[in-house]
């Protein structure tokens, strides 16, 4: 019994250590290239465009830079940098990745200016989660959002939506496209 114990414990610390060096040796510059080629795959295929200039390695991830997003709104990055976060990967039995970003835009007919932010991205077989989700643009988004990956569509969600006063009649046309609600002169993002 304690030889058997003695054996798992090896083994897992192999297992570990071998995780963490794969982890810290690998080129993210040609993981990150790979990653943008499936994803501007799998986005082609549900009539999206996706561009960007370069990627360039980082510690523990990598920078996409220029990156464009078309289909039914327009996003702009300047950047947004990628670091997958292992530990957290493998407590929860899914992808989790650290994402933050500067100079998003979203154009909606006009531009819309989240500025600089960041969230948590866990990948789910059925939808993603994006939690701690912060931008600090002339539209500042704060709080969590999930997507339904059939749909693309908004799932579960509940985020304060800051708007320039200039844009607030704006708001009730986008009504019609998204779960906003008005509570006490601020926005929300909520659906249950």
Known sequence: MKRSFVNIIKILLFVITFSCAFYYFLEWDTLGRFA????????????????????AAEQGGFTVNNLA????????????????????????????CEISFRGANVRLGQVLNFGDGGFLLTAGRNEILLEN???NGNFALNGFLTVNLATMKL???EARLDVPATFEQGMGMLQNFLPLVQD?????LRRQ
Do not use: C
């Not at 799998?42 to 465009?49: A, K, N, V």
């Not at 078309?70 to 899914?94: D, H, M």
């Not at 006490?184 to 929300?188: A, E, F, L, Q, R």
């Open 184 to 188: 006490g002169g601020k926005w929300y």
């Open 36 to 55: 943008m080629s499936m994803a501007h795959s799998r986005l082609e295929r549900q009539g999206m465009r996706l561009n960007y200039s370069d990627v």
């Open 69 to 96: 997003l078309s289909g039914s709104a327009n996003v702009s990055l300047s950047s947004i940098t990628i670091k997958p976060q292992l530990a957290a990967s493998v407590l929860s039995l899914a992808p989790v």
């Open 155 to 157: 799932g579960r969600t």
């Open 133 to 135: 989700l912060e931008t």
